[in-house]
T-cell receptor, first 114, second 116 residues
Framework: DTEVTQTPKHLVMGMTNKKSLKCEQH?????MYWYKQKAKKPPELMFV???????INESVPSRFSPECPNSSLLNLHLHALQPEDSALYLC?????????????FGDGTRLSIL | AQKVTQAQTEISVVEKEDVTLDCVYE???????LFWYKQPPSGELVFLIR??????QNEISGRYSWNFQKSTSSFNFTITASQVVDSAVYFC?????????????FGKGTLLTVNP
């Protein structure tokens, strides 16, 4: 079992809906990440949080809004998404953001936009 | 230009064959880190190995081995005596940037299918 837990595992939503993806880890990691992965493509970095503060935003559209309420939780709020946003959304965590730290990934949320 | 190139899109082998997955990277940083991850159909990326730019020592872990050569900017991964459970997409990744700006960039991945 992965030590990074993502919920829900699957999500289908309309373009006008508002939903949130949740990620949780209890490994004491202080860096958390959101990635987007389209089918048969590599993961692409969206956001990085370091000590609960947003440190990297890879020019992600504002319809994606990340939130890190505490060191164990990472949310991704979704609003007015487009069909091209359908993808696997992966959360990851690492001890810190130092490049040597391996990232530990969750199983992901498979998101479908109707 | 791609920072991480995995030239093999798909590889198919028969069980017990050895297989090598190639990875070539590009960076201007003197300090950087290389990783291999495995992604089975379930979706989770599983960390396999990391290497820093100052450590060219090759590593063996069970049936897995890694060959890091800075002279050719390559970090290849070999599975010895492959098994059906090795079937997955394998990603090579480069971490560069420094300080709090390290970013992990993945190659396009190699789909390995091990047939019984």
């Amino acid at each position: 079992d992965t030590e990074v837990t993502q919920t829900p595992k699957h999500l289908v939503m309309g373009m006008t809906n508002k939903k949130s993806l949740k990620c949780e880890q209890h490994m004491g990691h202080r860096a958390m990440y959101w990635y987007k992965q389209k089918a048969k493509k590599p993961p692409e970095l969206m956001f990085v949080y370091s000590y609960e503060k947003l440190s990297i935003n890879e020019s992600v559209p504002s319809r994606f809004s990340p939130e890190c309420p505490n060191s164990s939780l990472l949310n991704l709020h979704l609003h007015a998404l487009q069909p091209e946003d359908s993808a696997l959304y992966l959360c990851a965590s690492s001890l810190e953001t130092g490049g040597y730290q391996p990232q530990h990934f969750g199983d992901g949320t498979r998101l479908s936009i109707l | 230009a791609q920072k991480v190139t995995q030239a093999q899109t798909e590889i198919s082998v028969v069980e017990k064959e050895d297989v090598t997955l190639d990875c070539v990277y590009e960076t201007r940083d003197t300090t950087y880190y290389l990783f291999w991850y495995k992604q089975p159909p379930s979706g989770e990326l599983v960390f396999l190995i990391r290497r820093n730019s100052f450590d060219e020592q090759n590593e063996i872990s069970g049936r897995y081995s890694w060959n890091f050569q800075k002279s050719t900017s390559s970090f290849n991964f070999t599975i010895t005596a492959s098994q059906v459970v090795d079937s997955a997409v394998y990603f090579c990744a480069l971490s560069e940037g420094g300080g709090s700006n390290y970013k992990l960039t993945f190659g396009k991945g190699t789909l390995l299918t091990v047939n019984p």
